[in-house]
Each structure stands twice: as C-alpha cells, then as structure tokens.
C-alpha cells in the first residue's frame, strides 16, 4: 500500500501511522458524558471508502485525511487534513 | 456415524468407502426458535451447546459462506488461558477446560495438543509483570511457572539468549496451553450440532434484521426471510456490518491481521513461544510447518489479506528471537479480518434489541476461547442472563467505564 502524500508524492505505508476514522469530531467541553462515550468508542467502521486520518511520520510530518477502501485498500484520495 | 478404533480399522479394510458426511447441508426452513448468524467457531460452538445443554433443537446456524471460511480457519491455533484480569480469566479458563474434554464430547479427533505456551520476558520490569499475571492466574486456579534463564535454556536452546538488544531473562509457562487443529473444532462441532437436529445452512448471508417495536422478529436473507423469536450474532470481523442492519453502532474496528507458514522441517519448536520485545508467536505444526504471526497490520480492513510493512516485522522479530529462521523458506501467508473492541476484550451480552444477542469483539484471541464462549452465549441466550464466567464481558462497559483492559490495547491504545 502506498499513500499519495500531496506535499512528499506517492510513499510507503511504513513511513505514516495511523490514527483511525476522521469523523468522530471532539465534544465541546460542556457536552455530557454520552457525546465523550459516542466520540471515544462508537465507530462506523465501513466496508467501502473510508475517510481516515494518516500522519506522515517519516515524510513532511503533516496529517493527512486519506480516502481509502477498506475492502481492497485501493487509496481514492489524500489531503492535508483540516487543523 | 461414530469414530471409534474399530470404525478406523474396518474402514481401512474396505478403502475408505463407507464414511459419510459429517453434517447435514441443510435447507433453510421459513421459522425457527432462534438463529446464530455466522458459521465460524463461535456461531458453531454456540449451536452445539444450545442443543446439548439447553435442549433447543429448533435452531438454524446461517453461514454466508461455507462454515469454517472465516477466522476460525485462519488462525494460528494458539489455546490458553495465561490472562490477568478477573473479568478474562474466567472464561478462557473455563474454554482451556472443556478444550481438555472436547474430543472425548465431540467424538472428534480435534488434535487438542497441550504443548505448553511459554511467553519469553527480557527486562527485569517485564519479568515482574510476568511474576504479577502468574499470580493472579493461580489466584483463579490455573496453573502458572515463572522460568529462569536456565531453565528456558534447558527448553529452548535454540532461542537467541545473548541477543543484544533483547537478552531472554526468563518466562512464563502454561503447560496446559498448546494448540489445537482448528478446521476439525468448526467440523467436530458442526456434526455433533447437526447430530443433534440443529440446521447448518451454508451460503445463505444475512442482509437485514427484521425488529418490530423493539423486538427482533427474523433475518432477511440471500435464500428469503427467516423468522426466529432469538437471533444470535456470531461473526467476527463482520460485526460492524451485521449490527448496523439492527441499527447498532458498535466500540469495535475491523482489521487484518497475518499468519504465517515455513516449508515442512524436522521437529525443532517443543510448543508455542512467544516473544516479549515485540508480538510475536511461533509454534510447529503437526506437519512439521513453522506456524507464525506478529500485529495486526494497524488500519482498518476487510481485505482479508495485508501489507509488506508487517512481514518484515514479523520477519525481523523472528530473526530476534531465532536466526536459524533466516535460512527457512517460507510457503504460505493469508490474513483474516479482526473484530477489534476498544478495550482489547470481547463481548458476549445482550442488545438493546429484544431477542438480539451480540457475540463480538475477540481481537486476535477467540480461537481459543471457542468452546467457553459457545457454552456461555448458549446460557445467555437460552436464559436470558450472563454465565457466571462471562458477567464481565458487557456491551456497556464503555459506557459505564468497567473496561477490561488487559494489554492497554484495542484497535488503537490510545483509546484508554
Ligand atoms: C491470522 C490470525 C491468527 C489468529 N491466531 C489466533 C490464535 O493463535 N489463538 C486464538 O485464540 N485466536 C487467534 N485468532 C483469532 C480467532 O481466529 C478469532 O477471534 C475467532 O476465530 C473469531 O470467531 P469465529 O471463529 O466465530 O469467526 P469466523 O470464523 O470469522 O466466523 C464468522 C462467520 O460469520 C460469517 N458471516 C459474516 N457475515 C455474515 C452474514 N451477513 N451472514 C451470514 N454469515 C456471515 C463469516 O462468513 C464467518 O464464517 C487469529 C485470527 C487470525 C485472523
Ligand atoms: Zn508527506
């Protein structure tokens, strides 16, 4: 599997790591208990294109948002993720 | 049909013709009690005791593909019961026991091998922690020995002891743990659930669960709908995608995980090793292959195979450990999909649906916790409450925060 970084090109998956689905969207600090719950633990988890955020450790040390199908791990697309 | 001395002799005398099948390929019928959806060791299992110690006959195994193509054909076979935590120790422990009768029970040569599983440590704060799970292990009645140096030398004089980075101090060694063929456990259980009256469909896949008012009335299938008041989910990696026909949204993350095979050679390993400065397990098969694995690859999959990253680690940890692997040729490797809870530990518990039933999250560890966690999801399903050795195991730990966390690890470890 190779990533197409936008900034480094297309790379090895041995120079990112991976830090899962990029949906789950932190709760504002006066959210309750079941918004962490549902933010920390519940997953989609999709068999198809998953959105999923990727930092390129051994490259330019950005994140990235990588759209990836998790059935044959074709990559669709890669972005710098939004800070 | 009974496999007995004399069964084996006379057909040995008469070529091999008078065997039959081992279970019935059955068609599905329009209603049953209850239905266990997926045909892999657990779903398997589960029927089994469903019918032998519950007396529910009227049940169906559905199974998309041909049962025993899923993890439990995957696997590396590895069977303990060596955990820590009293919310795990229970279970796996109850499964080490009955894997110890299983045959006998069965009627099938499971080739249940208690070779023993000897985990290696390589720092003084590692051989604590060794000394720690040792503890509570015999606290809960199983069996535990802290080896030295010497006496894993005396084991094992193959291991790389002086390794510079990773020096072997010692280890942790369950005698009763080994290995066990796993295709014949999906097959024995299989015919004695059929045995039995249970149906095993084959090639019917689940694409809806029908619920009406918040009680679970059937599942749609690829060979029509099935009514059943119980509906029982058994399927491992696919367990994201069957609870989200209920509605479901689940703490668990799919991901590959690779094994690993060598050419044929004499035998070498005495049972299974593990080593302590990564994750890696090495055992021999009866065949004489080298049987290996590492990690899981790290990202979510289900394309049942992985990537080039985790065979040089798995290739590099089996260098660490042992550098006369250097010089095996290796003949196979395949990858199965993981249902990764985010504690690390599984669930076996019922859903906020009435009549659904959720049997999920084993991360890499459910092979051998097949016979416990069957007995223990028939018990729940026949009764309506948790086995004794299962109460921990709650879907709603993650909620409540009782996480079972026994390595610090799920799909991701930062996740606790
Ligand atoms: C490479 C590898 C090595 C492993 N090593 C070990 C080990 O050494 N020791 C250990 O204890 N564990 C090990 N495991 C883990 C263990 O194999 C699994 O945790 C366990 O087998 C999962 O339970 P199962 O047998 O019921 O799963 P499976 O055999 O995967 O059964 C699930 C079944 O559900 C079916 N299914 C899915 N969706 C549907 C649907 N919609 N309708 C109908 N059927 C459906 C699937 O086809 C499948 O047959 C390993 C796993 C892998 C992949
Ligand atoms: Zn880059």
Not at chain 2, 20 to 41: C, F, L, Q, S
Not at chain 2, 177 to 191: E, I, K, L, P
């Amino acid at each position: 599997m190779r990533i197409p970084c936008p900034f480094c090109g297309p790379r090895d998956l041995s120079e990112f790591a991976y830090l899962g689905d990029a949906a789950p969207v932190r709760p504002a600090e006066t959210s309750d208990a079941t918004a962490v719950f549902d933010y920390v633990y519940l997953r989609a988890n999709p068999a198809g294109p998953h959105r999923e955020r990727w930092y390129h450790a051994s490259g330019c040390r950005l994140w990235l948002t990588v759209t990836r199908d998790t059935r044959t791990h074709e990559v669709l697309f890669a972005e710098e993720a939004a800070p | 049909m009974r496999f007995s001395f004399l069964s084996i002799a006379r057909e040995a005398l008469r070529g091999n013709r008078g065997w039959t099948p081992h279970w019935r390929d059955a068609e599905p019928k329009a209603a049953y009690d209850a239905v266990i959806i997926g045909g892999g060791g657990h779903g398997l299992a589960t029927a089994y005791y469903l019918a032998k110690n519950h007396g529910l006959t009227n049940i169906a195994v559905l199974e998309k593909s041909w049962i025993g193509s899923g993890n439990v054909g995957r696997n590396t076979t590895i069977v303990r019961s060596n955990y820590l935590l009293p919310g795990n120790i229970p279970l796996y422990e109850l499964s080490m026991k009955l894997w110890e009768g299983l045959e006998r029970d069965l009627n099938y040569n499971a080739m249940v091998s208690q070779r023993g599983v000897l985990n290696l440590c390589h720092t003084d704060a590692q051989r604590d922690a060794f000394a720690r799970r040792g503890n509570a292990m015999r606290l809960h009645g199983v069996e535990a020995e802290l080896l030295d140096r010497k006496a894993v030398q005396r084991m094992c004089p193959f291991l790389d002891f002086d390794n510079a980075r990773f020096p072997i101090q010692g280890g942790l060694l369950q005698r009763r743990g080994g290995t066990v063929r796993h295709d014949a456990v999906a097959w024995g259980y299989a015919r004695g659930a059929s045995d039995r009256g249970v149906d095993i469909v084959q090639n019917c896949a689940v694409t809806g669960i029908r619920i009406a008012n918040g009680v679970v009335e059937g599942v749609e299938t690829t060979r029509g709908f099935i009514a059943a008041k119980k509906v029982a989910m058994a399927v491992a990696g696919s367990t994201s995608q069957v609870a989200s026909m209920a509605g479901l949204r689940l703490p668990i993350e799919s991901h590959v995980l690779q094994a690993f095979v060598s050419e044929g050679l004499k035998p070498l390993i005495p049972g299974v090793i593990t080593f302590g400065a990564g994750h890696f397990y090495i055992s021999q098969s009866d065949k004489g292959g080298l049987v290996f694995g590492g990690d899981i690859d790290g990202y979510n999959s289900y394309a049942q195979r992985g990537n080039l990253h985790v065979v040089e680690d798995v290739a590099e940890e089996a260098m660490g450990l042992m550098p006369m692997t250097g010089r095996l040729r290796m003949l196979r490797s395949w990858g199965g999909i993981m249902d990764m809870s985010m504690d690390g530990s599984p669930i076996i518990d019922r859903t906020p649906i009435d009549g659904l039933f959720l049997n999920a999250g084993w991360c890499y560890g459910g092979f051998k916790a097949i016979p416990g966690s069957g007995l223990a999801y028939a018990h729940l399903i026949a009764k309506g409450e948790p086995h004794p050795a299962a109460t921990a195991l709650r879907l709603d730990r993650f909620r409540t925060g009782h996480l079972i966390d026994e390595k610090g690890q799920g799909a991701q470890a930062n996740l606790h």
